[in-house]
C-alpha cells in the first residue's frame, strides 16, 4: 500500500503561483512513479504530469506545458508541482497518484493510489 497526502492548494489570483506537494509513505519511493491529475466541477479527471522512479522523465499535458513543472525528491518521499501563470480555467481539486509497474499513463486506471485532493482556486 502507499499512501499520498497532498498539500499546498488555495486560492491565487490569475497570473500567480502554487506549488503542490503529494507526500507519500508506504512504500520504497524511488520504486514508484508519479502523476498528477486534476478534476473541475462537472468535467472528467484530467492528466496533467507524470515523472518516472528517478525523476529523469517527465511528460506534460498540452495544458499546462511550459506553465508547470513536475519534480521529486526521492530523499524526501515527495513529489513538488510548481504552477505559475494560472489561469481561472486551472481551477479544480488537484490529485497526485502512484503506479508501481513503471509504466506511464495518461488514464486514470493506470494508478494504484491516490490522494485525497487539494483544492485549487484561481480568480481572474
Known amino acids: 500500500q502507499v499512501q499520498l497526502v497532498e498539500s499546498g492548494g488555495g486560492l491565487v489570483q490569475a497570473g500567480g503561483s502554487l506549488r503542490l506537494s503529494c507526500a507519500a509513505s508506504?512504500?520504497?519511493?524511488?520504486?514508484?512513479?508519479m502523476a498528477w491529475f486534476r478534476q473541475a466541477p462537472g468535467k472528467e479527471r484530467e492528466f496533467l504530469t507524470y515523472?518516472?522512479?528517478?525523476?529523469?522523465?517527465?511528460i506534460y499535458a498540452d495544458s499546462v506545458k511550459g506553465r508547470f513543472t513536475l519534480s521529486r525528491d526521492n530523499a524526501k518521499n515527495t513529489v513538488y508541482l510548481q504552477m505559475n501563470s494560472l489561469k481561472p480555467e486551472d481551477t479544480a481539486v488537484y490529485y497526485c497518484?502512484?503506479?508501481?509497474?513503471?509504466?506511464?499513463?495518461?488514464?486514470?486506471?493506470?494508478?494504484?493510489?491516490w490522494g485525497q485532493g487539494t483544492q485549487v482556486t484561481v480568480s481572474s
Open positions: 515523472i518516472s522512479r528517478g525523476g529523469g522523465s517527465t
Open positions: 508506504g512504500r520504497t519511493f524511488s520504486r514508484i512513479g
Open positions: 497518484a502512484a503506479e508501481e509497474r513503471a509504466i506511464y499513463s495518461r488514464a486514470s486506471s493506470g494508478y494504484d493510489y
